[in-house]
């Protein structure tokens, strides 16, 4: 019965078409093991397919007629109900797909476990919110909402979301301004929260959301700030992972000379995930005693148009403090993509406890902070360039590499163990660097060299004696 629960959806629904097939053989031919089962395993089962097939099952017999109204989670995609291959607009599909989801709430009459709901086309909101609020109803504990259509107005989300003592977990994924976070919020039991689009009209409706989930643990935000936010304080004592991605940005570009801050004041935070723009704002990290891993991947630059003009001695205080902030991180994942007149003033703190370190794109400014941050690590054991040396690029060393060979950081002297060295083009200027590493690593057991372009992939045992 084990290997049941670990079959994927669409195996399972592939089983429960074949109930069809199976009932028009002679009983000496085949037997049906899936209708032998007790109707609390099929629920089990059914609840684990997409809400379409749960409820297609009914035509199957006299007994699978009401097994559906049993199941205690929810998956329903209007894609998949109406017209998967068509994603254009149609009065009357949308109309059908309203009728089905009312047909489900209105003949559940248990408990809900999770409910998922996606819309990719628009509907009434008030509709919707009927929706969400039977659900509230049915001490819902995961709630994930995929409201992709944007709204003719704005966000409008019923107020029982907001005070639902029963939800662990909500995922919301939205286009408009969230401007119906009420004065008091009140989510005792939340513990997982993602928000995904959401434009919060200020700073305050996001302290009040957040300060209404006493016990959350993982919070995931892209994307989720206003055009006219400029503060905006997350305050959690119990978070222990957090994803933060183009929260400076935001979701429109704020005007030039507009500059954001998050200040973040996470005590008990072990994981730590940040993808934003650095020309945008800073990061204010307070009580970050804990962190195990960080993921950080900065850039001063539109995507689009390119190099931006911003201060840059605004951008490397800004670096100055977010490096300050998790300087207790043990895993650091790093990529940073702007140029390197950025970095001229950031002063990087000490990294006493940092074992790993993994440095993805960071272009030129690599090798003006790799010696600092080397020397600032005395206990770094694994050393990762993900993304090769920087042959690509053109930006080699050379008078900005100033690893002199009577000043060796006491990290390569006393506790380097691993290398990787992914992209490698096998240029003069690489194999300087391989060179240098391998002189003065004087505990190093291993490096990894992966040529770029499907080359081969070399594997280096040192061997000290």
Not at 7 to 34: F, H, N, P, V, W
Not at 247 to 267: A, M, Q, S
Not at 361 to 386: A, H, I, M, Q, Y
Request: charged content about 20%; aromatic content about 10%.
């Amino acid at each position: 019965m084990v290997y049941l629960f670990q079959l994927r959806a669409d195996t399972l629904r592939d089983i429960m078409g074949s109930i069809l097939k199976r009932q028009k053989l002679s009983e000496e031919q085949y037997e049906d093991r899936i209708s032998n089962l007790p109707n609390s395993l099929i629920a089990q089962i059914l609840s684990r397919l997409p809400t379409k097939y749960a409820v297609s099952t009914s035509v199957l017999s006299t007994r699978w007629k009401q097994l559906w109204t049993s199941i205690t989670s929810f998956d329903i995609d209007d894609q998949l109900l109406l017209c998967p291959q068509n994603k254009s607009t149609d009065p009357l599909l949308q109309r059908s797909f309203t009728s089905f989801v009312c047909r489900v709430l209105l003949h559940h009459v248990s408990c809900v476990q999770r409910f998922r709901l996606k819309c990719s086309q628009s509907y009434d909101a008030s509709l919707v919110n009927g929706w969400i609020a039977d659900t509230l109803l049915r001490n819902v504990r995961e709630l994930d909402l995929d409201l992709s259509f944007r709204m003719e107005h704005s966000t409008m989300l019923p107020q029982d979301l907001f005070t639902c003592s029963t939800l662990v977990v909500l995922k919301l994924k939205t286009y408009g301004d969230m401007n119906t976070v009420p004065t008091s919020v009140s989510l005792p039991s939340l513990r997982i929260l993602h928000l995904f689009g959401i434009e919060f009209v200020d700073g305050d409706s996001i302290n009040r959301f957040l300060f209404g989930c006493p016990l959350l643990e993982e919070l995931r935000m892209y994307q989720c700030v206003g055009e006219n936010v400029s503060l905006i304080n997350i305050v959690a004592p119990m978070l222990t992972s957090l994803f933060m991605h183009d929260c400076l940005f935001g979701y429109v570009r704020p005007p030039h000379g507009f500059e954001r801050k998050i200040v973040l004041d996470t005590p008990a935070l072990l994981y730590l995930t940040i993808s934003d723009s650095a020309a945008d704002g800073s990061y204010s990290i307070e009580n970050l005693h804990h962190l195990i891993r960080a993921d950080i991947c900065l850039y001063a630059w539109d995507m689009e148009m390119g190099s931006i003009e911003t201060d840059a001695s605004a951008i490397s205080k800004a670096l100055t403090d977010l490096f300050k902030g998790m300087a207790n991180v043990q895993f650091l994942h790093l990529n940073v993509m702007m140029e390197d007149i950025y970095m001229c003033d950031c002063q990087l703190p000490k990294f006493p406890n940092m074992t790993y370190l993994e440095l993805g794109d960071v272009r030129g400014v690599r090798w003006k902070f790799l010696p600092e941050l080397l020397e600032n690590s005395p206990r770094l054991e694994t050393l990762v360039f993900k993304e090769g040396l920087g042959y690509e690029y053109g930006m080699f060393p050379q008078s900005s590499w100033n690893l002199a060979q009577n000043v060796v950081p006491s990290c390569l002297l006393f506790h380097l163990k691993v290398m990787e060295i992914t992209d490698f083009n096998g240029s003069k200027e690489e194999w300087e660097i391989v060179d240098y590493f391998l002189q003065n690593a004087k505990v190093l057991e291993k490096l990894n060299i992966d040529y770029g372009c499907g080359g081969s992939k070399w594997t280096i045992h040192a061997s000290r004696t």
